[in-house]
């Protein structure tokens, strides 16, 4: 049955401080409407878990996804599929930075995915698209309009109307990505590095850097200015604030506790 198939492996590291995600379903890893609900669950659990202050989302194919399971589409009704981005779309509500690294193709929800994570990393030979017009069809997981916001508005109309493919290159040139590295073994030591640079970081901190962002970037200048300046403020009073004035006046490395 094409809605089903595919799984999504959590796994814990780091001394359970790093979820793991990684989307299987063969080499080029499509992903079903049962990987989408998946995903969702996946975050709940994430989410729940206060241990867990950074999260890491891969693929074990050969891509990190050419897209969804197209037949499944014609197996939904159309009143279904006006939710359809609130699951595979659930890294950007989750509270924690999540990380996506991608190889190789990155097409259609996979790129939606992807655009919902905070931080992108991937190789040269990666490729991204929203190919659904071709299909008589557009991105509806957030892809239109978290592209148009990351790349502008001429450049997502072009890509999105035609279907044509961003290279690896362009990608983090535009600011999709925020580095490419040559080699998937280049690009798993820039995961790390980036995981362990987080995990040095106060999780409050980061909840709230996050939340900022995400939220201020879409509100009127004045309005996303008070957002930081009272959130700055709030983060006055933490005890990690504290602890990280203290390490720097002691000239040591802070131990935050996430309050």
């Excluded at 709940?44 to 891509?63: K, T």
């Excluded at 030591?189 to 970037?217: F, H, M, N, W």
Aim: proline fraction near 4%; charged fraction near 25%.
């Amino acid at each position: 049955m094409p809605l089903s198939g595919g799984d999504i492996h959590l796994e814990r590291s780091h001394d359970d401080r790093v979820a793991n995600l990684t989307l299987s379903h063969g080499k080029y890893t499509i992903i079903t409407f049962q990987m989408r609900r998946l995903m969702a669950e996946r975050f709940a659990e994430i989410d729940a878990d206060s241990r867990i202050q950074v999260v890491v989302v891969r693929s074990d194919g050969q891509h990190f996804s050419s897209g969804g399971d197209i037949a499944g589409f014609m197996e939904v009704e159309p009143i279904d599929l006006t939710d359809l981005g609130q699951d595979v779309t659930a890294p950007a509500r989750s509270p924690k930075p999540v990380i996506v690294a991608v190889d190789g193709y990155c097409f259609g929800v996979g790129l939606e995915l992807a655009l919902s994570a905070d931080i992108r990393l991937a190789t040269a030979r990666s490729a991204f698209a929203l190919p659904e017009m071709k299909l008589g069809m557009i991105p509806g997981s957030g892809g239109t309009q978290r592209l148009a916001r990351l790349i502008g508005l001429s450049r997502a109309k072009y890509h999105v109307l035609t279907g044509s493919r961003i290279t690896g290159q362009q990608a983090n040139d535009w600011g999709i990505t925020a580095g490419v590295w040559d080699s998937p073994e280049e690009l798993s030591a820039a995961v790390e590095e980036c995981v362990q640079t987080l995990l040095g970081y106060s999780p409050i901190a980061l909840r709230t850097a996050k939340e900022v962002l995400d939220k201020g970037v879409d509100a009127p200048l004045y309005s996303a200015i008070e957002l930081e300046r009272k959130s700055y403020a709030m983060l006055r009073s933490s005890h990690d604030f504290a602890e990280g004035v203290a390490a720097f006046g002691e000239k040591r490395s802070p131990k935050f506790s996430g309050r």
